[in-house]
Antibody, heavy 118, light 112 residues
Framework: QVQLKESGPGLVAPSQSLSITCTVSGFSLTSYGVSWVRQPPGKGLEWLGV???????NYHSALISRLSISKDNSKSQVFLKLNSLQTDDTATYYC????????????WGQGTTLTVSS | DIVLTQSPASLAVSLGQRATISCRAS??????????MHWYQQKPGQPPKLLIK???NLESGVPARFSGSGSGTDFTLNIHPVEEEDTATYYCQHSWEIPPWTFGGGTKLEIK
């Protein structure tokens, strides 16, 4: 069955960089897009970006200068890197599988919580 | 970027009654064949769950008391009759053409 699992550092100091790994199973990264979505504590969902099966990417316009998404198809892993962290980057970060047609999200990981604090 | 405005931000509905949530897009997200608007349910401490895709298509396993409608810029999620387990926050999201695929601000549903 389809599964996604995020792993991240939990706590990062301001101005530092964040790296989160999403390990997937049950589908091929060469055939489906994977999106990243975050949710600050007590707030709504924010779509961050997507990496497509061919490795191309699209990013949220407000984060395009700080955000990078990449993947390793052979390891079934997708990577999110966010630079120059600020306290308002504190959130739960989800990776999520896109449907083959229509690009809606049909499966989500459980999320990994990030706190940006000194 | 397409902005999605959900209303209301919160609502309380009596058990067995109808809950109606609206999502308005800043531009059309529909073609003559499909509407690229989708609905998710999120319960506390859990990731979101897909309820409805393409505005009105119920995801497999989702109870038939959930329904969606709309096209163009105006979309609606209905839940009838509401049950206690429907207590959650509901989000719309579009997937129109090129990203970003924004979410609405969310609607928190309480069952009285």
């Amino acid at each position: 069955q389809v599964q996604l699992k995020e792993s991240g550092p939990g706590l990062v100091a301001p101005s530092q960089s964040l790296s989160i790994t999403c390990t997937v199973s049950g589908f091929s990264l060469t055939s489906y897009g994977v999106s990243w979505v975050r949710q600050p504590p007590g707030k709504g969902l924010e779509w961050l970006g997507v990496i497509w099966g061919d490795g191309s990417t699209n990013y949220h316009s407000a984060l395009i200068s700080r955000l990078s998404i990449s993947k390793d198809n052979s390891k079934s892993q997708v990577f999110l890197k966010l630079n120059s962290l600020q306290t308002d980057d504190t959130a739960t970060y989800y990776c999520a599988k896109g449907a083959y047609y229509g690009n809606y999200i049909d499966y989500w990981g459980q999320g990994t919580t990030l706190t940006v604090s000194s | 970027d397409i902005v999605l405005t959900q209303s209301p931000a919160s609502l309380a509905v009596s058990l067995g009654q109808r809950a109606t949530i609206s999502c308005r897009a800043s531009q059309s997200v529909s073609t003559s064949s499909y509407s690229y608007m989708h609905w998710y349910q999120q319960k506390p401490g859990q990731p979101p769950k897909l309820l409805i895709k393409y505005a009105s298509n119920l995801e497999s396993g989702v109870p038939a008391r959930f329904s969606g409608s709309g096209s163009g810029t105006d979309f609606t999620l209905n839940i009838h009759p509401v049950e206690e387990e429907d207590t959650a926050t509901y989000y719309c999201q579009h997937s129109w053409e090129i990203p970003p695929w924004t979410f609405g601000g969310g609607t928190k549903l309480e069952i009285k």
